[in-house]
């Protein structure tokens, strides 16, 4: 509502009635810029401390510095530390006797040795391919004068090709280090001094991705049989365009797979969240709560206790504040509970319910003042603010929410799912967009298989190597029988 100099003049010779309406407009615009102002500088201000933001979006903001102050430089308080180590059996032993003695200059030799000292060095030899020769000889048969040929291994399908070996350097560089295709290449020629084609690379990735697949297979069955999950997804690009890569795993197995849709659609595709019965631990996206599926609900409270930062930095909500204190103390008790190897107290879980309540109840009165959004059209209900959508989670999500409290089963958090999908954002960043749909593919698939060899503490190349040899079997596999 502008207004010219004259205008004002002019209003100020009106009837007090004119006068009033004319404030009162004005009041109602400045409400309205207040709230815009204040609805901008809470966008500007959000980041993945006070928001369900990821980390990736903060740019160049400092993170907090966790380190106590004081004391050496390096490794925090509590860290135990290593260092370097002699070993019994070194691979070269290097020999130095003096020839002549350094007080009379007489000569001297091995024999006039009585002991040594060691000081040893850990090096990397140079990189060199090896080359393998297979012969099929041909023979005659001294009774039937037959000419027969041996049959050469079922992997040597060429007159030269590359191994599982240089198959399973190129997975381990391109999904696991992010390295892109053509730096693959000129990566494999600098240490090798051999030159390796983009479609050589792309070929070995999709043979690998075959192979792949019975792995996938047996971590998808472990998924259905575990009885709490973690999911997630994020959005990804491919052929230019936005999708998502989906994630499913706990502590011990990851599954990944790409998705053009974030929701039902998806799920239903993937296949594993129709079948699965236990506890899920998502972040609230809403194609989880769908009726048609089984499984039970656990939501991320480390989601929760960001967002409650967001409304108590930019609304100054008191409920916000309290709820996140009770989310920390919860988990504190429920720390210490397990470490005891128990549960928490019936009473204790009944105090932290109750608590729960009062909070919600006493939060209602401020979220419904909170700032909303202008209506712009005439359809369609009247925005909430921030803070009441919040605060209506809550309350709409009680059980799923403090689950944690009663099922010693279920984490605080979804940070399992969370770091799964954390290198598709580094690979992004790296190595930009996925051109194809096979490459998006094949990276979900070999992403899930690497970060499963990581869960279970095995070495990441060298089980790779060995797997497109034909070789692997997975330990937990072995254990379990």
């Known amino acids: 509502m502008k207004m010219s100099l004259e205008e004002i003049k002019q209003i100020s010779h009106s009837s007090p009635d004119q006068i009033e309406k004319v404030i009162t407009k004005l009041l109602e615009r400045i409400t309205e810029l207040e709230n815009r102002v204040a609805e901008l500088e809470r966008q500007l201000g959000l980041n993945s401390k006070n928001s369900s933001k990821p980390p990736s979006s903060d740019g160049f903001r400092k993170p907090a510095n966790s380190r106590i102050a004081g004391g050496k430089k390096g490794a925090p308080l509590g860290h135990e530390g290593h260092t370097l180590s002699m070993v019994d059996d070194p691979d070269a032993i290097l020999d130095f006797c003096l020839t002549t003695c350094p007080a009379c200059h007489a000569p001297m030799d091995q024999e006039n ?7 040893q060095q850990i090096d990397l030899p140079e990189p060199r391919i090896q080359t393998t020769e297979f012969r099929a000889h041909t023979s005659c048969c001294p009774q039937c004068s037959g000419v027969h040929q041996a049959a050469f291994p079922s992997h040597v399908s060429a007159s030269v090709q590359y191994g599982a070996g240089v198959t399973g350097w ?20 600098d240490l090798t001094g051999h030159s390796l084609s983009e479609a050589t690379v792309i070929a070995h990735l999709k043979k690998s991705h075959k192979q792949l697949g019975p792995y996938e297979e047996q971590i998808r069955q472990n998924l259905l049989n575990a009885d709490v999950l973690h999911a997630d997804e994020t959005g990804i690009h491919v052929d230019g365009k ?4 989906h994630t499913l795993s706990n502590v011990d197995w990851t599954f990944q797979a790409v998705h053009e849709n974030r929701g039902t659609l998806a799920f239903d595709a993937i296949g594993l969240l129709p079948a699965y019965s236990g506890i899920l631990v998502h972040d609230c996206n809403g194609p989880y709560f769908k009726e048609k599926y089984t499984f039970q609900h656990a939501l991320c409270n480390a989601h929760l206790l960001r967002e409650c930062q967001g409304i108590a930095d930019y609304d100054h909500h008191q409920w916000a504040v309290q709820m996140k204190r009770l989310l920390q103390v919860a988990w504190r008790l429920t720390l210490a509970a397990r470490k005891v190897l128990c549960c928490l107290a019936p009473s204790t879980v009944k105090w932290l319910e109750n608590w729960y309540d009062d909070i919600l109840q006493q939060g209602e009165l401020e979220w419904n003042q909170g700032r909303t959004k202008a209506k712009t059209g005439p359809q369609g209900r009247q925005s909430k603010s921030k803070s009441a959508n919040l605060g209506e989670r809550f309350r709409r999500h009680k059980e799923p929410i403090l689950r944690f409290i009663q099922d010693v089963r279920v984490p605080f958090d979804n940070n399992v799912a969370e770091r ?3 290198m598709a954002k580094v690979k992004a960043k790296v190595s930009g967009l996925f051109r194809t749909w096979d490459g998006a593919h094949q990276f979900a698939r070999a992403r899930g298989f690497i970060s499963t ?9 060298s089980t790779l190597i060995v797997t497109f040899r034909g070789e692997f079997r997975f330990p937990r596999l072995e254990e379990g029988k």
């Open 170 to 189: 190129i997975v381990y560089v391109s999904a696991y280090h992010m390295i892109p295709l053509k730096r693959v290449s000129e990566m494999f020629a």
């Open 113 to 119: 040795c009585i002991g040594y000292d060691r000081r």
């Open 420 to 422: 799964d999908l954390r």
């Open 242 to 245: 936005q999708r998502w890569l």
């Open 453 to 461: 060899l990581r869960k279970q503490n095995l070495p990441v190349l």
